[in-house]
């Protein structure tokens, strides 16, 4: 197996990635880092929890100046939580430099606050297509110093409409930049952009298996309109502590949150109508494993950071192989066993046609009778969540939080789970059975000895 010693990194970033518990380069990291570190286009294919972020941001990182304070390199995303999950990336790669600024420019938030950070200079622009076009049209974000451009799940923009976009933003950086593109798939329109905004791109890809020995699949036939019911069966059955369930459409997915939550579990919906705090408080929940189900699309589940994921469920057929693919392919992971269970009425018995057609082989159907037997057994989070009116920019730390609980309060530290800091509040959280203590003891105590509101998420 490859090393990163190999590649003739910086000191200080071989010392980084030690530190952050990179101990081997990933298929795709070992692929293409020596031509990003070369400076060379590159096009490369893998799959969501490949490891394609540090596969690009390594050389981000080494090749920038930090003297110079302009954007020198610009990373787009298709949605708002791959764009976070990227800065956040992207800012622990860049521990190995000093007084590097990796800056979010994401829609769905005021605009006032980046026009200030963009004001005060940044090294590193992660952001959303319609928002970078909209400080480009401003003239407060300017990319006549950009050395790179990363396309990040490239194949997704495409799919959301973002090709104008795209073009547009690459039309303002130098011609002779290194165009970075990496996809999970390989649609003629990605070969076309990769033709018309790429010089001789190194080809690289990673081949999963094209079926993961570590996840079970299970298909079940279900009458029309008992999607709802099927979901309540399934997660009854195996009872997992996390679940994605995937919807076709934003309706879909309120209705089906809403339809879980009459039945007793913990569900919440993510889809692009959310505000951008009320995402936030989603996404953390459901990490920090205070929610057990998440009920999404497929546009908003692109990108998720999520490390351990027992369960996944279609509520219907995805709509082709390859989106099929991606959803399985969050459980499973790390060589943990997972299942992933696709529920079909008879009209869209086509779907799973088409996949056995791209597999070669039969799917295993399950029986729907049984299924629908099993008793609702709603199953609660071990975790409860707790909103803090304070964050990054009010100075609260994740310290100052735990000396809280675990000093004036009392709480003994092992009751406290992740911690997540935003710009202007903190979610904490805390053992379902003693998240009441906790919250009263803040409520009525200090954080760094001030009085800050404190409420359930």
């Not at 998440?294 to 589940?301: G, I, K, R």
Request: overall charge neutral; hydrophobic content about 40%.
């Amino acid at each position: 197996m490859p090393s990163f010693n190999e590649f003739g990194l910086s000191q200080a970033m071989t010392a980084n990635l030690e530190q952050l518990g990179f101990n081997q380069p990933t298929d795709i990291q070992a692929a293409a880092l020596p031509p990003c570190l070369a400076g060379r286009d590159v096009i490369a294919m893998a799959r969501t929890g490949s490891g394609k972020t540090a596969a690009f941001g390594i050389g981000l990182i080494e090749a920038l100046q930090p003297r110079l304070f302009a954007v020198q390199s610009i990373v787009l995303c298709p949605t708002r939580e791959l764009a976070d999950q990227v800065t956040k990336a992207l800012r622990e790669l860049a521990r190995a430099r000093d007084n590097i600024k990796v800056l979010a420019l994401c829609g769905g938030v005021a605009i006032g606050p980046q026009i200030g950070s963009l004001a005060h200079g940044a090294h590193i622009v992660v952001g959303t297509p319609g928002r970078i076009q909209d400080h480009l049209r401003k003239g407060t974000l300017k990319l006549d110093k950009v050395k790179t451009v990363v396309l990040d799940e490239a194949d997704r923009m495409l799919d959301m409409g973002f090709q104008e976009a795209m073009e547009d933003i690459l039309s303002h950086a130098p011609e002779n930049r290194q165009t970075l593109m990496f996809s999970a798939t390989w649609p003629a329109a990605i070969r076309t952009l990769s033709a018309r905004y790429q010089h001789e791109p190194e080809d690289v890809r990673v081949q999963a298996a094209e079926q993961n020995p570590d996840i079970r699949e299970l298909f079940y036939e279900i009458p029309a309109g008992q999607e709802a019911k099927g979901v309540v069966a399934v997660l009854s059955k195996w009872q997992p502590a996390s679940c994605i369930v995937f919807c076709a459409t934003k309706r879909d997915c309120d209705d089906m949150a809403d339809a879980l939550q009459q039945k007793g579990f913990s569900a919440l919906a993510l889809h692009g109508d959310l505000e951008q705090r009320e995402r936030d408080s989603v996404l953390v929940r459901f990490s920090n494993q205070s929610c057990s189900v998440l009920v999404a699309t497929d546009v908003a589940a692109r990108g998720l950071d999520i490390k351990s994921l027992p369960l996944v469920i279609n509520a219907e057929p995805a709509r082709d192989p390859e989106v099929h693919t991606h959803r399985i392919g969050r459980t499973g992971r790390a060589g943990e066993q997972g299942l992933a269970v696709t529920l079909c009425t008879p009209a869209k018995g086509h779907k799973i046609s088409q996949l056995e057609s791209k597999r070669s082989g039969s799917v295993e159907w399950g029986d729907t009778e049984a299924l629908f037997a099993t008793p609702v057994a709603p199953i609660a989070p071990a975790m409860k969540t707790l909103c803090i009116a304070g964050g990054r920019k009010d100075k609260v730390r994740p310290g100052d939080i735990m000396g809280a609980l675990t000093g004036e309060a009392g709480l003994p530290g092992k009751i406290v789970g992740k911690i997540d800091r935003f710009e202007f509040q903190t979610f904490v959280a805390i053992e379902a059975e003693y998240a009441t203590q906790a919250l009263n003891r803040l409520k009525n105590g200090r954080i760094k000895g001030r009085k800050i509101p404190v409420r359930y998420a």
